[in-house]
């Protein structure tokens, strides 16, 4: 799924001659409005009059009552309501009285990205045809943070595109499009009080699971996941089943022994007796480290290089053995952890939010994670704001890592350069961190757990967009339904203390599975650990990563020393931590050999004429 949306005005409308598409809708004035490629059965578009209400994803909307809703708008600011009742992870647009409203998903599943093109801003659901109008070139700065390990930059950069002049759309914010073709950003999505108790969440998450399932099963066709043996990708498959999916299941053996994922797996598929369970072998070529972006992925990021290209062999694979089974839909577990585990700051959150208990269960992670008394009780006690954080951050990216004993409950995860990057490029990332921390638009949630539990969603929202980007005209789309908003809004809505009950593990996931998925499998205490795949892939794959830094175009651009870089591939370290930075760097390389700078403007040509559906 592709689109272009342009505003009411001559000089948007003139942008479409240099668009491919198959579908339009248009305006009322009768000036194209969408303009892409999109499956018909992921389209509704609603009228009532002039207004047009477009939604893209899948969903559940009564047609009759958003036509009425529709009707009674008196702004763009009450589609709100509208928007906060659909199911799904979807893109939503609104043209009324020739202004347009324009929004993907709370955490980034469905992105909207904007440009200036003949002095109006367009809207996209991607990078790519923004680059098609633009010629956009690299930014060298913002493709030097994507270095950081792990996981390339923290909030709020990690969404920027690697390409000037092209912007994303804020988290939690709608885009308008005014007649003169300016835009503006209102911030529209913010969680709800965390308030409910675990009873309470886990009626509220079960429900806002029920209906992400429910309207992508209602769609037909074959669904495949994930089944990996842990809670999150379990419980989908039993909800998928629940819900009357064609059901075909992946497990990937894990090669560590002590890893219990794949009883776990097997235990959850003798339970699911309807769907079709394959088991895929540890030793088998596809593995979790690989080279990145190769010759058959050229143009396939234009969004830039990410950590999760180390597994693109994997999903490719994936995605063939899928499809030959009749799947269009591929369900993950991405975002369990955050919704339903720990994240780093939940000790400071959870001190202020109860203070005795939480305290108590403080105290046990402590314990768990052996660190220290003095370096608890000082990060407890921490006070700095974002802003403040974040400058912390900027000023330490070329520190070594900290102790793997030493707490750290503040708002950032910590990132860090690679040793071999250069000073100018550890400066220029430095700098626009710096930047970000003052003129940025500052923490997602006044709560540092909640803050952090948005921030990886964002990041696992990216990685899901970025993968169907990737994957492009396979026929299967890669889908998560825990990071679509209404999922996450109950969860997060959770009180923190509930969610994270002492002595249980994931609770709040557990609770609302419960008389679904068989109990036994809700009593798995643990998860599986892949750091052996990530050292068996580095050594099989280490002549080809080596190739990469013969000419490299990350030291031509002044970034990397490549001998250091080879060095480190020759020697990584004996800890998973140590692969990381060599993780980014790969994905960077990579991706600079697979991407041009700039995208060739198409000739104009004809294109498909306005419909309503």
């Known amino acids: 799924m592709e689109f272009v949306v342009l505003p009411d005005c001559p000089a948007g409308a003139a942008a479409v001659g240099r668009l491919r598409a198959t579908r339009r809708v248009d305006h009322a004035s009768g000036r194209p409005w969408i303009v892409g490629d999109w499956p018909e059965a992921e389209a509704v578009v609603v009228q009532a009059g002039p207004r047009r209400m477009v939604v893209l994803g899948h969903t559940r909307l009564d047609e009759t009552a958003a036509a009425a809703a529709l009707g009674r708008l008196r702004s763009l600011h009450d589609v709100d309501s509208l928007a906060s009742r659909l199911p799904g992870a979807v893109h939503l647009a609104v043209s009324l009285d020739g202004r347009t409203r324009v929004q993907g998903s709370a955490v980034g599943v469905r992105q909207i990205f904007t440009a200036v093109v003949d002095g109006v801003t ?8 923004l680059l098609r109008l633009t010629g956009a070139g690299l930014d060298e700065t913002v493709l030097a943070a994507r270095l950081l390990a792990p996981g390339g930059p923290p909030w709020p950069l990690a969404q920027r595109p690697v390409r000037r002049g092209v912007e994303a759309l804020t988290t939690g914010h709608w885009l308008e499009l005014d007649t003169d073709g300016r835009a503006r950003q209102t911030r529209w999505w913010e969680l709800p009080e965390p308030s409910l108790t675990l009873a309470q969440g886990a009626a509220a998450v079960r429900s806002a699971l029920d209906d992400a399932i429910t309207s992508r099963v209602a769609a037909g066709g074959t669904l495949s996941a994930d089944l990996s043996g842990g809670l999150d990708s379990t419980s989908l498959c039993f909800l998928a089943h629940a819900a009357g999916a064609d059901l075909v299941t992946y497990h990937v053996m894990p090669i560590d022994s002590a890893n219990a994922d794949t009883m776990w797996a097997h235990r959850a598929a003798e339970c699911l007796p309807a769907a079709r369970h394959h088991t895929l072998s540890a030793d088998r070529a596809e593995n979790l480290f690989d080279v990145g972006y190769t010759a058959d992925l050229v143009g396939a990021a234009p969004e830039g290089p990410s950590t999760w290209a180390s597994g693109l062999a994997h999903i490719q694979d994936l995605a063939k053995r899928a499809t ?5 839909l591929h369900l993950t577990g991405f975002g369990g952890d955050e919704l339903f585990g720990r994240m780093p700051a939940c000790a400071w959150s959870l001190a202020r939010a109860t203070p005795v208990d ?5 105290n046990r992670y402590r314990l768990a994670n052996r660190w220290p008394w003095r370096a608890t009780v000082r990060s407890l006690l921490d006070r700095s704001t974002f802003t403040q954080n974040l400058g912390r951050v900027a000023a330490r990216i070329d520190a070594p890592p900290p102790p793997v004993d030493e707490p750290d409950f503040g708002w950032v995860f910590a990132p860090r350069m690679p040793a071999w990057a250069t000073p100018d490029a550890v400066a220029a990332v430095r700098a626009l961190l710096t930047d970000a921390a003052t003129e940025g638009p500052g923490p997602l949630d006044a709560d540092r757990a909640r803050h952090q539990a948005l921030a990886s969603l964002v990041f696992e929202g990216t990685t899901v967009r970025q993968v169907n980007t990737a994957l492009g005209d396979t026929g299967i789309t890669w889908d998560a339904p825990f990071l679509d908003d209404r999922v996450v809004e109950a969860a997060l809505a959770t009180r923190i203390d509930q969610r994270l009950l002492g002595g249980r593990f994931k609770p709040l996931l557990t609770s609302a599975a419960r008389g679904l998925v068989p109990a036994d499998i809700l009593g798995r205490r643990d998860k599986g650990e892949f750091s052996a795949e990530a050292f068996r892939g580095l050594a099989r794959n280490r002549a080809r990563i080596l190739e990469l830094c013969e000419d490299s175009q ?12 080879r060095s480190a591939v020759l020697n990584p370290g004996p800890m998973s931590h140590h692969l990381q930075p060599i993780d980014t760097t790969v994905a960077c390389e990579s991706w600079l050999r697979t991407h041009p700078e700039t995208y060739p403007m198409p000739p104009a040509r004809n294109t498909p004429t306005g419909e309503h559906r």
């Open 324 to 328: 030959a089974e009749g799947a269009t």
């Open 122 to 129: 367009v809207a996209a659901s991607g990078v790519e045809p």
């Open 554 to 565: 990350l030291a031509r651009l002044g970034l990397i020393d490549p001998a250091a870089f």
């Open 358 to 362: 939480g305290l108590r269960l403080v």
